[in-house]
T-cell receptor
């Protein structure tokens, strides 16, 4: 199946700093990628849809100025958590949509801990 | 909006059969997915239903009834490695604002397989 990678897999940062998470589709081109957040024992919550070459579409309640998304190429989308606070600590997962089967393939996730 | 409901946890014996149910209410239904997620890992795709009926894939089968807003995932010949959370996700049709198909996830059903 299609492979999606994320980097870093785990990050610990101080409150107030910014953290960038990369999502790459390794063996296919993805015009659309999705960013999710998952708190412990909770479901995946869609944060935004990342579209190559255009602005991301954010879900209701997600601050676009706090969670900056850039989809610069057909294989890379980045999520930057700006001025991170402890409540931003979560598991962030990206997915990429493969054309045709319309299936989303998920990256391995990034665990963010803000101290 | 959407509302997706799944029972939270069940325990089953190795070799047994287990059925995981999912009910949903959504506008613009455009398919239902089942994903498996092991603790601390990203979800992996299991099955996809867009028409009513049963889809069989090896030990896993998934059923959909659109009129009832209901789906189930059937796991046969349970193995220890099947211990995981099983997520159902409803795909919604694009809208004027959201130009792509989006997935809304249920909370997941934790299956614990015991010897």
């Amino acid at each position: 199946g299609a492979v999606v990678s994320q980097h870093p897999s785990r990050v610990i940062c101080k409150s107030g700093t910014s953290v960038k998470i990369e999502c790459r589709s390794l063996d296919f081109q993805a015009t659309t990628m999705f960013w999710y957040r998952q708190f412990p024992k909770k479901s995946l919550m869609l944060m935004a849809t990342s579209n190559e070459g255009s602005k991301a579409t954010y879900e209701q309640g997600v601050e676009k100025d706090k969670f900056l998304i850039n989809h610069a190429s057909l294989t890379l989308s980045t999520l930057t958590v700006t001025s991170a606070h402890p409540e931003d600590s979560s598991f962030y997962i990206c997915s990429a949509r493969l054309r045709g089967p319309e299936t989303q393939y998920f990256g391995p996730g990034t665990r963010l801990l803000v101290l | 909006g959407q509302n997706i409901d799944q029972p939270t946890e069940m325990t089953a014996t190795e070799g047994a059969i287990v059925q995981i149910n999912c009910t949903y209410q959504t506008s613009g239904f455009n398919g239902l997915f089942w994903y498996q997620q092991h603790a601390g890992e990203a979800p992996t795709f299991l099955s996809y239903n867009v028409l009513d009926g049963l889809e069989e894939k090896g030990r896993f089968s998934s059923f959909l009834s659109r009129s009832k807003g209901y789906s189930y995932l059937l796991l046969k010949e349970l193995q220890m490695k099947d211990s995981a959370s099983y997520l159902c996700a409803v795909r919604q049709r694009p809208t004027l604002y959201y130009g792509n198909n989006r997935l809304a996830f249920g909370k997941g059903n934790q299956v614990v397989v015991i010897p």
